[in-house]
């Protein structure tokens, strides 16, 4: 009876929920509709800080975000010749003895809140990297157990210095307008441009937050006070902001964190996932992009950046190249990829102090034997067939790199090249070789038939394994007997004189030459091998003095330095990492240099194609 | 729907009467649990030391925290590694920093990043959560599935079905993660969203889908020839109608389920709930779960008001309501055994309520396929969510969806052949006791005698495994996080590997650890109250 009822009960209601059907469902809603257009940039790991001028900050991760939304005074284009933005101020030199520059930022450039941006953000660029402000030095600071600096409140520390700045002793003079100012360097420096630039965080923003001066022209005022008056207990203040305050690995609530002065700005940021940079809409001094949102989308895995790349979810990938990478992308539908070198390569360095076969001192001082074995031992590295077997599958045009100190592409690399003398080493030669050696014998007879070189190298590297494998078997008939000395912690190794050769790779920042010089100069930070030469020290002194690197007579300089170092047997460079950038046929203009940004550098350039 | 069989337990004629013990016997069985757990604890707190001990010193003596500085061209190199030295205390011995690291532990401190600044706990609380949701829904699927199919199989032992399970759980077993990922990527998310283009499917397909359709159905069902060719026409001809709609319609564009589809599922639930828990003889019961699912169907109209401004918070609400409501239309049924009537017409309630929000999922289908950021292409391979999409509660849980469901069949397909291989034994193990022959000679149907008597018993070693899998789940999925660039704790510690992070290593290994050691506790607590023959003895 009962469920009869309760039967009779339903199918009534649902009869008339059928019935009520034919009347209207509320709408469903649709997506938030946007007709902009954007780009998805497949990139392997998140920003983490807008202050990328500290130790810690000082990342690609940050360096390629702040690139479109906090450009700087100049850039690399397509040809690594130094460009200038000059939409947004300039750099300039105005007295060479003592070098004198004035920095102008120009009229109707703002923040992205409004402010100007003026001197009191170039006082900050100045101060905070200037290590004459900081009252302690970061290797004396007290740390608590955990490693982190305690610094004391009424202590100054700024995290990451510059050794241009530093040369900027006195406090610079600032216009009467306040968008100039003019430092005097006390000693001059080719690369002194590299050190200056628009700071990625704004002064009044470090101000407000450090010293609670919500006015932008009272704040900057107080910021300049600050380092004008070397006032302790502000400064210690500002430091404290600008080496932490602007660290953020999700979208930030504070919007003075995030300030722009580029054609983009922040919007959203999950961590770890993506990032998406839309329209400064205040921007309006230099190229407007085409594209009105740049997306970075953050993935490790390079076959997972292409696999998204295939299905859409991203438009412009550049994965760590290899054979697989390549193979996949070509057999992709409506995706383009190029094969080109990046900003490191790979060289092979020799010992001159351990007493092994590189070392006059084997040869009872006989400096001239040792440098005929070192030169037959360089001379035996097969370097073409290096680039054959391993470098051409995953780049066309792969090439021998064949200077020390320019970049392959960059402006004077073919004048290096065809000055310093590196055609007698070629590809590898291995009859010229022996011959070297047979004279080196002859200088000195008591030389072992077989000349044991032990050879360092990263043993994991599986490139760098096979390279070995090259050098070791071209090396065999010459008359050396190369010892594997494959080591994981070979970075630890390098000048402990363990070893007699030893091969990695160096990254190139930017095109200065002076970058260089810790590398070859005598007692050089980077001089692994114990390399000395009285002229390669002179001729360095001289390109410091020099205010520009790029004059016929300082790359003369360095055209010496190279044949120097050829013809001593310092080492031998091999070649140019390769690497590839990948993108989706509806983006067009995509381009790509060796040095930072690499793939980003034309962002403006960008179009989407239909 | 395996759990919800597991919690009956009032009429199990099997369990013993846990009324007989008094009030002194329990007191004095207490005082020795409590030592064995004291001493759990402690032997637990060694073991965690020792374990985090070999670790720091394993990852102290591998990496290098300077070799990015050592190449470096930078003028002030040195005061740049006198700084990271200062920093990670470098220049003391690894065991010196280990104890510097277990005090600040101690103490609360987990340390910071040194690469990005960022504080070890604030890393963790942002992995922990996208791992949970990655893994945790996974994991019961892998378990649901995993102890569905063994039982399947152990009660058709030595059948075609069987040695089909057996083979594909091998096969499953062996599978290497990424690889089985990357394929997914390549059918489940490119292919598909390239048939979502041009959405027919071609006849060789269906006729061999439907096909293989009929054999496994027949297959599952088994019985005397005539029931096995039934259930294989049933089979082969229902997949090949539902395919040939799906290629003909537009259905795959605009999916729905409409009135129709909820109230066919919906019955069909009820129809499969009764004949588990009650038997289809109990009309009562099966009558209740009927007018649940009908009572489901009728609010179809006036739920989709209510679904505009849909949350969790909502939907968690209506879920209780859906249970409450389905325990009311059991009550009313009435009868001398209220109690099964009232649990099918929850569940069935339940079922048929989630029905409805697949439909009201499904409704937004094509709005967000047309999003220029989705462009169509909706199935994806990386993230957890579509970058600057922006939409209601609908079609974020459709994106997030569309985001988790590769990486959760990645981790399914290799998690859920273990736990076929465990309940296929255990079962059979239980199948052939002595407690259950009596069972089956007293006259107890094979329903009774197999989810009652049987079933429960064979849960018992699976208790044992699921307590360690949970807290391994904390670790994350290494390879299909990174796979899929899921960012949770897998991703951490591949991250933290890379950039030699100490803290954050010690930090992630502290957690899952700790888990461990707190999960096979657990397990030892729970064997002894499942399995009355084991005691905890101090």
């Not at chain 1, 780009?39 to 940050?62: H, K, R």
């Not at chain 1, 001094?285 to 895995?301: Q, S």
Request: net charge negative; glycine share 8%.
């Amino acid at each position: 009876m009962k469920i009869r009822r309760i039967a009779a009960a339903v199918a009534a209601a649902t009869a008339g929920a059928i019935v009520l059907s034919a009347c209207s469902t509320p709408d469903v809603a649709g997506v938030a509709g946007s007709e902009t257009q954007s780009v998805t940039v497949g990139w392997n790991q998140p920003m983490f800080s807008q202050n990328n001028l500290t130790a810690s900050g000082n990342a690609t991760a940050n360096a390629n975000i702040l690139y479109l939304t906090n450009p700087n005074f100049y850039y690399y284009d397509g040809d690594l010749n130094l460009q200038f933005n000059d939409g947004l101020g300039s750099i300039k030199a105005v007295s060479q003895d003592p070098l004198t520059v004035e920095v102008t930022v120009n009229e109707g450039v703002v923040w992205s809140d409004g402010t100007p941006v003026d001197a009191a953000d170039i006082i900050l660029w100045w101060g905070a990297q200037n290590p004459k402000f900081n009252t302690v030095a970061g290797g004396d600071l007290e740390r608590d157990a955990d490693g982190n600096e305690v610094v004391p409140t009424d202590a100054v520390w700024f995290s990451g210095t510059s050794p241009i700045m530093e040369l900027v002793s006195q406090f610079p003079e600032i216009s009467e307008d306040g968008r100039t100012v003019t430092m005097v360097f006390d000693e001059t420096r080719p690369d002194w441009m590299m050190g200056l630039g628009m700071p990625p965080v704004a002064a009044h923003a470090v101000a407000d937050i450090a010293l609670g001066k919500p006015d932008a022209a009272e704040a900057k005022d107080a910021l300049i006070a600050a380092f004008h008056d070397n006032d302790k207990a502000t400064l210690a203040k500002i430091a404290g902001v600008w080496n932490t305050g602007f660290n953020f690995t999700s979208m930030p609530d504070d919007p003075r964190l995030f300030l722009s002065t580029g054609p983009y700005i922040l919007n959203e940021f999950v961590e770890n996932q993506h990032l998406t940079l839309v329209r400064n809409e205040k921007f309006s001094w230099g190229p407007i992009p085409a594209i009105d949102e740049v997306t970075f989308r953050f993935t490790e895995d390079p076959m997972a950046s292409i696999t998204a790349l295939q299905n859409g979810e991203v438009d412009l990938i550049a994965p760590q190249s290899s054979v697989d990478v390549l193979q996949n992308l070509a057999n992709i539908n409506g995706v383009t990829y190029v094969t080109d070198i990046e900003g490191t390569w790979e060289h092979v360095d020799l010992t001159f102090n351990n007493g092994g076969p590189f070392d006059p001192a084997t040869y009872g001082g006989n400096a001239e034997a040792a440098r005929l074995v070192r030169q037959a031992f360089l001379m035996s590295i097969p370097r073409q067939q290096i680039i054959d077997t391993l470098i051409h599958p995953l780049q066309s045009d792969a090439a021998i790199r064949n200077s020390f100190l320019f970049v392959p592409g960059a402006p004077g690399y073919d004048e290096a090249v065809a000055a310093n003398g590196s055609d007698i080493f070629g590809g590898g030669d291995a009859d010229k070789a022996k011959e070297l050696l047979g004279q080196a014998r002859a200088l000195y007879p008591a030389m072992p038939q077989t000349i044991d070189v032990r050879f360092l190298y990263g043993a994991s590297n599986v490139r760098r394994a096979n390279m070995f494998q090259l050098i070791q078997a071209a090396a065999a008939p010459v008359g050396f007997n190369v010892i594997d000395n494959g080591d994981d912690m070979w970075g630890q190794r390098l000048g402990d004189g363990t070893y007699d050769a030893t091969m990695f790779g160096w990254q190139s920042t930017n095109t200065f030459l002076l970058n260089a010089e810790s590398n070859y100069v005598t007692d050089g930070q980077n001089n692994f091998g114990g390399f000395s030469n009285a002229e390669v020290d002179a001729l360095w002194a001289k390109i410091a003095e020099s205010a520009d690197d790029t004059t016929a007579e300082v790359r003369g300089f360095a055209h010496e330095i190279e044949s120097t170092l050829l013809h001593e047997g310092f080492g031998l460079p091999i070649f140019q990492f390769p690497g590839v950038v990948a993108h989706s046929d509806r983006l067009q203009n995509v381009s790509s240099i060796a040095l930072s940004p690499t793939i980003l550098w034309n962002f403006w350039e960008w179009t989407i194609a239909g | 729907m395996a759990t919800t069989v597991l919690t009956e337990i009032e009429d199990a004629p099997a369990a013993p009467d846990e009324t007989v013990p008094t009030r002194r016997s329990r007191a004095a069985r207490s005082a020795p649990m409590l030592t064995f757990l004291a001493r759990r604890i402690l032997s637990s707190l060694f073991v965690l030391l020792g374990a985090t001990f070999i670790v720091f010193m394993l990852f102290s003596y591998s990496v290098d925290p300077l070799e990015d500085l050592r190449f470096s061209t930078a003028p002030n190199v040195q005061q740049l590694i006198a700084e990271r030295v200062a920093a990670l205390n470098l220049d003391v011995p690894p065991v010196v920093r280990y104890f510097q690291w277990l005090g600040n532990v101690v103490t609360g401190d987990l340390g910071t990043s040194w690469r990005t600044g960022q504080s070890v706990s604030s890393i963790l609380g942002a992995a922990i959560p996208n791992t949970v949701t990655l893994v945790s829904g996974a994991l019961v699927l892998a378990i649901g599935l995993g102890v569905l199919v063994g039982i399947v199989a152990a009660l058709r032992q030595y059948t075609r079905f069987d040695y089909a399970v057996t083979f594909l759980s091998f096969v499953l077993f062996s599978l290497p993660s990424f690889w089985v990922a990357v394929l997914l990527k390549l059918w489940g998310a490119i292919g598909f969203n390239d048939f979502l283009r041009d959405p027919t499917i071609a006849w060789y397909w269906i006729v061999g889908l439907s096909v293989l359709s009929g054999g496994l159905w027949s297959a599952i069902i088994g019985g005397v020839r005539r029931t096995r060719w039934v259930s294989f026409a049933a089979a082969t001809v229902a997949t090949g109608a539902i395919l040939a709609f799906v290629s003909e319609t537009d259905w795959i564009v605009q999916p729905s389920l409409g009135y129709v589809g909820i109230a066919v599922l919906g019955a069909g639930v009820a129809f499969a709930v009764v004949a588990l828990t009650a038997g289809l003889s109990n009309r009562r019961a099966l009558y209740a779960s009927l007018t649940a699912a009908a009572v489901g169907v009728a609010l179809k109209l006036p739920l989709q008001f209510l679904f505009v401004n849909a949350s969790w918070v909502m939907m968690l609400g209506l879920a209780v309501a859906a249970v409450a409501c389905g325990c009311l239309i059991g009550w009313l049924f009435g009868g001398d055994d209220r109690r099964v009537s009232m649990r099918a017409a929850a569940v069935t309630a339940l079922g048929t309520g989630l029905f409805l929000f697949v439909d009201r999922v499904m409704q937004v289908w094509y709005a967000y396929n047309r999003a220029s950021q989705i462009n169509f292409r909706p199935i994806s391979t990386i993230g957890s969510q579509t970058p600057g999409l922006r939409g209601d509660f609908w079609i974020t849980t459709l994106d997030q969806f569309t985001h988790i469901l590769l990486p959760t069949i990645t981790l399914v397909l290799i998690s859920f052949a273990g736990y076929t291989r465990y309940t296929r034994a255990s079962m059979l193990e239980v199948m052939n006791q002595d407690y259950i022959r009596t069972a089956r000679s007293k006259g107890l149907s094979e329903r009774v005698v197999t989810v009652r008597h049987a079933f429960r018993n064979a849960l018992i070693p699976l208790a044992t495994i699921v307590p360690l899998d949970v807290a391994a789940m904390f670790g994350g999925a290494i390879i299909t996080e990174r796979i899929f660039a899921w960012s949770g704790m897998g991703s951490v510690f591949i991250t933290a590997l890379q950039n030699m992070d100490a803290d954050v290593i010690m930090g992630h290994f502290l957690v899952v650890g700790s888990l461990l050691v707190v999960a096979s506790i657990l397990v030892d607590f729970i064997y002894a109250a499942l399995d009355p023959r084991i005691r905890v003895n101090a």
